[in-house]
């Protein structure tokens, strides 16, 4: 195989993590499918399909660990406030400050670890279309 259909093939495993936008778990699948059916092509190929499913298994345990602490702090919240209603008829809550920082820092921290995921991505293929064998950081090595 030439190496430059190696280097694309290596780009577009990174980059079908995109598809994560379209379908649920999309950015686990579609990578898995893509080093599944070309890991055999090279050595460059299955190291970099590794990777790539390795970083979007790790992000999306990341992703969702946040998203359980925010929705924790969201339902804490509610609960919090119904317990003070004595008007059923007239809903009124009333967030703490606490709450409402919170709840700001959470969100901050969920857009951070989403764009940092998606640069992350991009540099990755970039670097694959190189012919660099790339590694993504604070990945979890769940396939060896």
């Known amino acids: 195989m ?11 495993i990174h980059i079908s993590a995109f598809a994560g936008f379209v379908f649920p778990f999309g950015q686990i699948i ?12 090279s050595p460059f190929l299955d190291a970099q399909g590794k990777e790539a499913v390795n ?4 992000y999306t345990l990341y992703a969702g660990i946040i998203s359980l602490i925010l929705g924790g702090f969201f339902v804490g ?11 059923l008829n007239a809903l009124d809550f009333h967030f703490h400050s606490g709450t409402v920082f919170n709840f700001i820092g959470l969100s901050t921290l969920t857009g951070i670890v989403t764009l940092t995921g998606v640069a992350l991505v991009i540099i990755a293929a970039l670097k694959a279309k190189e ?7 604070f990945t979890i090595k769940f396939i060896k």
Do not use: D, M
Request: net charge positive; no cysteine; hydrophobic share 30%.
């Open 30 to 41: 579609t990578p898995l499918i893509a080093w599944q059916t070309l890991k055999q092509r």
């Open 55 to 58: 970083f979007n298994l790790s």
């Open 77 to 87: 919240s509610i609960f919090r406030n119904l317990s003070s209603i004595t008007n």
């Open 2 to 12: 030439k190496q430059n259909t190696t280097n694309t093939n290596a780009f577009l």
């Open 131 to 137: 012919g660099e064998n790339y590694q993504y950081p």
